[in-house]
């Protein structure tokens, strides 16, 4: 069972507008979220997370809001830009098998146009 | 700066080949992890460890095998590799316990081709 889900694989938005990137997540146990950015043929390198006690953080262009109550997660990034365009990982951590793991969503691919 | 590195960035092998994947980290983290990633499923666990010998599956083990036989270097084996796994295999490190917010330190990422 996939326990975080980023359920739009692809999104489209006009540089300098606001994009929000959505994820859900079924497991209580989680203590932190992280967001991911990815460009092609290199790996994910973190980019903005929020502890499960928090409901929102901010960092630049960046703010990952929380809603506990519903299991979801947003990303807005605001002005999006073209060096934005890139897939972005929803991951949620929490103490698996004596180790902090994290458990990632399928991604979205986010496309800025200018 | 954490650096993790992988030995190759694309590799093409036959199927039946063993085929070795290796990750250096240099940032005296303990942990380190295998996942793949394909399409429309995300990154996937397939072995980590927490220590120099220890492993422990993931959720997609199967089909592979790991080694760790020092601290700052992790190895995914494919013993006789199968086209189901062509895939972009990534490596990651992380310190021991609970840090700031469980980050994860990911290397460039190996894309493997089996014919």
């Known amino acids: 069972d996939q326990q975080v889900k980023q359920n739009s694989p692809s999104l489209s938005v006009q540089e300098g507008r606001i994009s929000i990137l959505n994820c859900d997540y079924t497991?209580?146990?989680?203590?932190?979220f992280l967001w991911y950015k990815k460009y092609p043929a290199e790996g994910p390198t973190f980019l903005i997370s929020?502890?499960?006690?928090?409901d929102k953080n901010e960092d630049g262009r960046f703010t990952v809001f929380l809603n506990k109550s519903a299991k979801h997660l947003s990303l807005h990034i605001v002005p999006s830009q073209p060096g934005d365009s890139a897939v972005y990982f929803c991951?949620?951590?929490?103490?698996?098998?004596?180790?902090?793991?994290?458990?990632f969503g399928q991604g979205t691919r986010l496309t800025i146009n200018p | 700066d954490v650096k993790v590195t992988q030995s190759s960035r694309y590799l093409v092998k036959r199927t039946g080949e063993k085929v070795f994947l290796e990750c250096v980290q240099d940032?005296?983290?303990?942990?380190m992890f295998w996942y793949r990633q394909d399409p429309g499923l995300g990154l996937r666990l397939i072995y980590f460890?927490?220590?120099?010998?220890?492993?422990e599956k993931g959720d997609i083990p199967e089909g592979y095998s790991v080694s760790r036989e020092k601290k700052e270097r992790f190895s995914l084996i494919l013993e006789s590799a199968s086209t189901n796994q062509t895939s972009m295999y990534l490596c990651?490190?992380?310190?021991?316990?609970?840090?700031?917010?469980?980050?994860?330190?990911f290397g460039p990422g190996t894309r493997l081709t089996v014919l």
């Open positions: 990651a490190s992380s310190p021991l316990g609970v840090t700031s917010h469980n980050e994860q330190f």
């Open positions: 497991n209580s146990m989680f203590d932190y």
């Open positions: 929020i502890s499960s006690i928090k």
């Open positions: 991951a949620a951590s929490a103490l698996i098998q004596g180790a902090q793991k994290l458990v």
């Open positions: 940032m005296d983290h303990e942990n």
């Open positions: 460890s927490y220590d120099v010998k220890m492993k």
